[in-house]
């Protein structure tokens, strides 16, 4: 593309990112993402010339290509947010908003994109593997883009008060398993919990119970 001095704008780097998707910087320093496919291909070559067409079409339909190509290789690894989606493109370069809001259209069509579904199997995933509370669970859901509607109806369902403080009662008596000294029990078991996200009550609760003897390491025993 030719300046006002006259200079003609080319490429000056191509880094290989995953698979066919190459990182092109040009010589005004911007970034683009491009697939290495039959119309993406002449611009992976270090000092290719770019004419004010090319440039365009960096930024616009080979962008959206490199895009889904993207987009298509993160959810194959595991379910995103649409923010996370959004995020990764930026990084990218690509932050044309019509570019990124088609993007997200067409995976949402798809089906590849939805909040609510994350939440549920991330809920679900963690509860199964690593028994948490909900003020983890929230943090890392908002931090992820849910909205807040979704993450309060999916712990709603997934993890009612109920099930917190059995959750909660059983990873506490997994440690206990063999501890003789209560005061020390109760300091492990309250950082312990608190770190998982449990809420207040309950690790309180818990703890006041170890101090009783009511709560140990004996699965039988009451809270």
Request: aromatic share 4%.
């Amino acid at each position: 593309m030719a300046s006002d001095q006259g200079q003609v704008e080319s490429v000056v780097e191509v880094r290989r990112r995953w698979g066919k998707l190459y990182s092109v910087r040009t010589s005004d320093g911007r970034t683009f993402l491009v697939l290495k496919d039959p119309l993406g291909e002449r611009f992976l070559k270090t000092g290719a010339e770019l004419s004010d067409e090319d440039v365009e079409a960096l930024g616009g339909p080979l962008a959206r290509t490199a895009g889904m190509a993207l987009a298509y290789r993160l959810l194959a690894v595991r379910d995103r947010t649409e923010r996370e989606i959004r995020g990764a493109l930026e990084k990218e370069g690509i932050k044309t908003p019509e570019v990124v809001g088609d993007v997200v259209d067409t995976l949402r069509r798809q089906g590849y994109l939805d909040d609510r579904r994350l939440a549920s199997s991330f809920v679900r995933f963690t509860l199964a593997h690593r028994p948490s509370g909900p003020h983890l669970l929230r943090r890392k859901l908002r931090a992820a883009g849910v909205r807040e509607e979704i993450i309060e109806d999916e712990l709603g369902e997934d993890l009612p008060p109920e099930r917190e403080r059995e959750l909660a009662l059983e990873l506490a008596r997994r440690k206990l398993k063999g501890v003789t000294d209560r005061q020390k029990a109760v300091r492990r078991i309250h950082g312990l919990l608190s770190r998982r996200g449990f809420s207040d009550r309950i690790v309180n609760a818990i703890c006041a119970g170890i101090l009783r003897g009511t709560v140990s390491g004996e699965s039988n025993e009451e809270d």
